[in-house]
């Protein structure tokens, strides 16, 4: 087992436990079942067959940020938002966003002190973040941020880049944002706590439906796309390359022994990652999450 992907999971874990059967991180989360239908302009864009006008059959996991399946669902953290998409030839490809504009830090290596230092935030953070000043736009989006009103008024962004090929052989540099077709809307403090713990997860499963919209922001020269703590500047350009819309509980997956991961290196020609460390990073890490949820008893 990759030693640093098994240290990054040891420093999540001594925050929050360990929870037999959960995911390191993102552990409390919900799964919904839906479709995405590309848009006209997506195909134009990227030879990847799930934008080409078919629509597939996807899998969403809706999740909060920490290691505890039991923390509240009013708790000031960010949010994830994970999409699998199922084409007609078995393939699949993954997408996985969160609600902070950025990524707290660059490499695996200082995602491990990162952690490290949040056992001791008064004691090492002050430290940290000294060295490490890029993590702060993404630890004020977390912690500044009401709860939401529903995992369906987030916005997520996609904090990797990707370069997507069409079918002329051109290129361009993306990174992904899905908006809520419903808008983006918060709750106070005290009203997300008096509606109880898992009052996302209530509220998305109840819902008949949830739509979003798939944006590209199509990234210039100058802009960074290994770097995952650095945001894109907002008036670069969007186009909309598709539609989500979630239908239901998933009763199909994570049942009778299934694992299911959802990886942003998972991609398919048309499609190609950059060079992020922290992109390269996330199947080694989700491998030694994998192995420790799904190990039995001691």
Not at 181 to 190: D, K, N, S, Y
Request: aromatic share 8%; net charge negative.
């Amino acid at each position: 087992m990759d030693s640093l992907a098994v240290e990054a999971v040891d420093a999540i874990n001594a925050i929050s436990g360990v929870h037999a059967g959960h995911r390191a991180a993102h552990a409390k989360g919900t799964l919904l079942t839906g479709t995405f239908t590309p848009s006209e302009e997506a195909r134009g864009l990227t030879a990847a067959a799930h934008m080409q006008g078919e629509p597939s059959r996807v899998t969403v996991r809706f999740s909060n940020g920490g290691g505890d399946p039991g923390i509240p669902d009013y708790a000031r953290e960010g949010r994830g938002m994970a999409v699998k998409f199922y084409l007609a030839d078995g393939r699949k490809t993954d997408i996985v966003a969160l609600t902070l504009p950025c990524f707290f830090v660059r490499t695996p290596e200082d995602f491990i002190a990162f952690t490290k230092a949040r056992l001791e935030p008064e004691k090492l953070m002050p430290d940290f973040l000294g060295a490490h000043p890029e993590a702060l736009p993404a630890i004020q989006a977390a912690l500044g941020a009401d709860p939401p009103e529903s995992y369906a008024t987030c916005t997520y962004n996609a904090i990797h880049s990707f370069r997507w090929l069409d079918a002329g052989g051109g290129s361009r540099w993306v990174r992904y944002r899905f908006e809520p077709e419903a808008g983006e809307r918060t709750l106070p403090g005290e009203e997300a706590k008096a509606r109880g713990r898992d009052y996302l997860q209530e509220d998305i499963l109840a819902r008949d439906e949830a739509a979003f919209r798939l944006l590209v922001i199509l990234g210039e020269e100058a802009d960074p796309v290994d770097d995952p703590t650095a945001a894109w500047p907002e008036d670069r350009s969007q186009v909309e390359v598709g539609r989500l819309v979630l239908t239901g509980p998933d009763t199909e997956r994570e049942r009778d022994g299934d694992i299911l991961v959802f990886d942003p290196t998972r991609v398919i020609p048309g499609i190609e990652l950059s060079d992020d460390p922290i992109l390269h990073f996330r199947p080694r890490a989700y491998s030694a999450s994998v192995e420790r949820r799904t190990a039995g008893p001691a």
